[in-house]
């Protein structure tokens, strides 16, 4: 696998996006608690990296350029997702799952809904349950639309699945007493 390049830091985009909101590079270092000629760097390397001017100078306050208005636009939502996978990892860590997608078959479905939700409230944020059968369910975890499976079959002919039993059901034979 080749490592590729990014043309920038992510720290850096927390810089930018500080002389954006400050409007200039002076009053961004002092939001950051860091030197102004640290934030000129900081851009100055961005925009060598990107190959491109992020910044009018010859305003005041700073204005952007075209490209400084397109990486504004994405800066802030990058950063967003950024900080939202360290905080799910962060709740995976501490035992909180943020989704879980779970498939049960139909006649398990009423029967077992409600007590999976109250084992799960406080360890799940978001349940999904989808009721169906189980070859719909098997498609749907192999292709990563569901995290697991209640079924009646145990897809033993698929590698790489975890499987547990969790109960099993009897059957009874009812005949009138008169049947041989």
């Known amino acids: 696998m080749a490592i590729v390049d990014l043309p920038f830091e992510l720290s850096s985009l927390s810089v930018f996006l500080a002389v954006c909101d400050n409007g200039s590079m002076a009053a961004a270092a002092r939001a950051l608690k860091v030197t102004q000629p640290a934030i000129s760097q900081t851009i100055a390397d961005l925009e060598s990296r990107l190959g491109a001017t992020l910044f009018d100078r010859n305003v005041r306050p700073l ?3 075209a490209a400084g208005t397109v990486l504004r636009q994405y800066a802030a939502t990058m950063l967003a997702e950024v900080r939202h996978i360290a905080t799910n ?15 049960v078959v139909d006649s398990l479905s ?3 809904s ?8 406080g360890r799940v944020g ?16 192999l292709t990563r639309q569901i995290d697991f499976v209640i079924g009646v079959d145990d897809m033993e002919d698929v590698a790489g699945l975890e499987r547990w039993p969790l109960f099993e059901e009897p059957y009874l034979l009812l005949c009138p007493p008169d049947m041989p």
């Open 126 to 141: 978001r349940l999904i349950i989808h009721a169906g059968l189980t070859e719909t369910h098997a498609t749907a975890l």
């Open 63 to 65: 204005a952007l350029t």
């Open 114 to 121: 409600a007590h999976i939700s109250r084992y799960m409230y």
């Open 110 to 112: 009423r029967a077992m």
């Open 89 to 103: 990892i962060q709740e995976i860590r501490l035992g909180h799952v943020p989704q879980l997608r779970m498939g």
